[in-house]
């Protein structure tokens, strides 16, 4: 299995609250992904990095901003939470290159907004 | 822009059965075509990949054909078990280093295998 960790598992807050979600690669992949799933949607890319300091939008990315300072740190922010990002997040790591276009996924941050 | 479409179930055989979860795709230039498999309450894991026409991928049982001319790269397994209910996710990646930019998804295909 990749070496990829996210913290929380869960979380539950309360609408206008900032949230942060961490994912954690051992991996030292250049690029790392938040996606989110929700019923009936599959999942949806919100931002992606391809490097230190080097990322950008996805699909739904409004209402989310991320950083990555180290290669390992792949930060997700919730500025200001509502209800509609009531979802379970996935971060995902790659290699790129020759045949690893593979994408390793963590086990998933379960995130309620009350 | 690019897009996946797969059956969403819930798809429900018993244990031994045939299966076929078809999945055809929207995409510009050579993309590379993923199944992902969700166990309950887990991340996603990898159950096989094509990166170029006519391919096949193969694990666990599971095979898919990349097939450019019907745009599609639909999942067999020839006896299915119990331990193989989960949701199966079909992905594009579009290829060539493009890959940076993320996977599309389908919407997913709940699978159910009754003993």
């Known amino acids: 299995d990749a070496g990829i960790t996210q913290s929380p598992r869960h979380k539950v807050t309360e609408t206008g609250t900032p949230v942060t979600l961490r994912c954690h690669q051992t991996?030292?992949?250049?690029?790392m992904y938040w996606y989110r799933q929700d019923p009936g949607h599959g999942l949806r890319l919100i931002h992606y990095?391809?490097?230190?300091?080097?990322?950008d939008k996805g699909e739904v990315s409004d209402g989310y901003s991320v950083s990555r300072s180290k290669t390992e740190d792949f930060l997700l922010t919730l500025e200001s939470a509502t209800s509609s990002q009531t979802s379970v997040y996935f971060c995902?790591?790659?290699?790129?290159?020759?045949?690893?276009?593979?994408?390793?996924f963590g086990p998933g941050t379960r995130l309620l907004v009350l | 822009g690019d897009s996946v479409t797969q059956m969403e179930g819930p798809v429900t055989l018993s244990e031994e059965a045939f299966l076929t979860i078809n999945c055809t795709y929207t995409?510009?230039?050579?993309?590379?075509l993923f199944w992902y498999v969700q166990y309950p309450g887990e991340g996603l894991q990898l159950l096989l990949k094509?990166?170029?026409?006519?391919d096949k991928g193969s694990n666990k049982g599971f095979e898919a054909t990349y097939r450019k001319e019907t745009t599609s790269f639909h999942l067999e397994k020839g006896s299915v078990q119990v331990s193989d209910s989960a949701v199966y996710f079909c992905?594009?990646?579009?290829?060539?280093?493009?890959?940076?930019?993320?996977?599309?998804f389908g919407k997913g295909t709940h699978l159910i295998i009754q003993p």
């Open positions: 995902a790591i790659s290699d790129l290159g020759g045949e690893s276009e593979t994408q390793y």
């Open positions: 991996e030292n992949h250049r690029y």
């Open positions: 990095s391809y490097g230190v300091k080097d990322t």
């Open positions: 995409a510009t230039g050579y993309p590379s």
């Open positions: 094509a990166t170029k026409a006519d």
């Open positions: 992905a594009l990646s579009p290829g060539e280093g493009g890959g940076a930019d993320g996977l599309t």
